[in-house]
């Protein structure tokens, strides 16, 4: 294989093989403020519903998100609904279709069910959601019960996402989580209760203070859980951040060496698939019949309507990101106007290169739609970039069948880059 430091930006420096993969093309620095986004027609399309509260604020999180208050999810609910008639009354869903739902955050779980129910019905009475759609809900552990979980059965969320991460208390507790490890156990349990069978876990490695034996401990205990669909992440430490300020200032442990971290990743693969759970993303493993078709559909360039502060969207050509800001955003609402924050339109090639660097995430793609979708081919403008990767070794090819080696698993951030920065 050539040098691994072929694809780096700086010949000096190792190519990136941490998790910081390509989530925005083209930059954000380049996305527009306070222009209209133009009226849509969704057909295949998801949605994505983001609740922007949590109950403590973890030490890693960079997303959108604020520290739960009294009457946050009332109010929160309230500009929900009539964010919603805003972009009914804008768009045209006469033959839109569902393929998946995800109410996540935030706390996606901190949500009433009452809201969960209302939303949903809204979403089959105007948006195109049918009774065959995937319908995730995303739970913190301890925020609900085994009779919570039966209405929203009833209600038609099928798919249940549990953010575990690990199973060491003193690590939870470094972490500022909100549970301990009996509340995640409890909490799977009580999903399981209600008859959810479409069951998911949240596991991360490479923390403060993790070693790998602790590691081994939360995959073992994960898959003694018996369930169907597991994601494991690497902790990536952003700059200026709480954590990455914490590791700085000596009050966190510190993270695993580089070599602990590899043999962590390396473990995970060979423990997962002898449990009979495949990888098919760089980040999630299933039973057969169990692939999330909201993660697949995140990364494929499928079309996706996102609600709520900071959510983005995609149709088509067309990218666009609801106001980060709450007061922002509530007031965009006030005045009649669907919340948009930033946007963009994408040329052929912008969108061809977004669609490759996402859609490697699922490490084996087939390239054609994507290059009919963009209307540019890689042949016409990105044959270079190609060749580069497959002579790193990172990738192969037959026809528009690309698939990343363990190599381009690897160092997947680097691939990514190669056609997206």
Same mark, same amino acid.
């Given at each position: ?35 209209e986004v133009p009226a849509q027609r969704w057909e295949r399309y998801s949605i994505y519903l983001h ?5 403590? *604020?973890?030490?890693?999180? #960079? ?6 208050? $009294? ?8 500009? /929900? ?44 009475? $105007? ?15 301890? #925020? ?20 575990i991460q690990a199973f060491q208390d003193d690590v939870l507790r470094r972490l500022n989580r909100s ?21 998911? *876990? ?33 902790? *990536? ?8 300020? +914490? ?7 510190? $993270?695993?060496?580089?070599?602990? *971290? ?8 060979? $423990? /997962? ?44 050509? +067309? ?60 042949? #016409? ?7 580069? /990767? ?32």
């Open positions: 294989m050539a040098s691994l430091e072929v694809l780096a930006s700086d010949a000096a420096t190792p190519p990136r093989n941490d998790a910081a993969y390509v989530f925005h093309h083209p930059p954000k620095f380049l996305w527009h403020r306070d222009e609740v922007p509260f949590c109950k403590k *604020i973890c030490t890693f999180c #960079t997303f959108e998100r604020k520290r739960l208050r $009294r009457g946050s999810l009332a109010n929160f609910a309230d500009h /929900l609904w009539r964010e919603l008639d805003l972009v009914r009354a804008r768009d045209d869903f006469s033959a839109a279709a569902v393929h998946s739902v995800y109410i996540g955050g935030g706390t996606g779980s901190l949500l009433p069910n009452a809201d969960i129910v209302r939303f949903l019905r809204d979403l089959r009475d $105007r948006f195109g959601l049918s009774g065959g759609a995937e319908v995730t809900l995303e739970c913190e552990p301890g #925020t609900k019960s085994a009779g919570d979980y039966e209405v929203l059965l009833e209600a038609g969320v099928n798919r249940v996402s549990i953010g549970h301990d490890v009996a509340m995640a156990v409890s909490q799977v349990r009580a999903a399981k209760e209600a008859g959810f069978e479409n069951l998911h *876990i949240d596991l991360m490695y490479g923390l403060p203070g993790q070693s790998t034996r602790d590691w081994e401990e939360s995959l073992d205990r994960a898959i003694a859980l018996e369930v169907p669909h597991i994601s494991v992440y690497p902790l *990536i430490v952003f700059p200026d951040e709480l954590l990455d300020r +914490q590791l700085r200032q000596g009050d966190a442990p510190e $993270r695993p060496s580089e070599d602990a *971290i590899e043999e962590m990743r390396e473990t995970t693969l060979r $423990r /997962l698939e002898d449990a009979g759970l495949s990888r098919y993303s760089l980040t999630e493993y299933s039973r057969p019949g169990h692939a999330c078709d909201y993660v697949i559909t995140t990364w494929d360039g499928s079309d996706y309507l996102g609600l709520g502060p900071g959510a983005y969207s995609r149709a088509g050509g +067309q990218l666009w990101e609801n106001d980060v800001i709450h007061a922002a955003y509530e007031r965009r609402i006030a005045e009649g106007l669907a919340p948009v924050g930033k946007s963009i339109r994408m040329s052929g090639e912008d969108q061809l290169r977004r669609d490759l660097a996402m859609s490697l995430c699922m490490i084996d793609i087939d390239t054609a739609p994507l290059e009919r979708r963009a209307g540019v081919s890689v042949d #016409t403008a990105l044959s270079a970039e190609r060749e580069r /990767l497959v002579a790193a070794g990172y990738l192969t090819t037959r026809g528009s069948r690309w698939t990343l080696t363990e190599a381009g698993i690897r160092y997947a951030t680097e691939v990514m880059k190669t056609f997206a920065v």
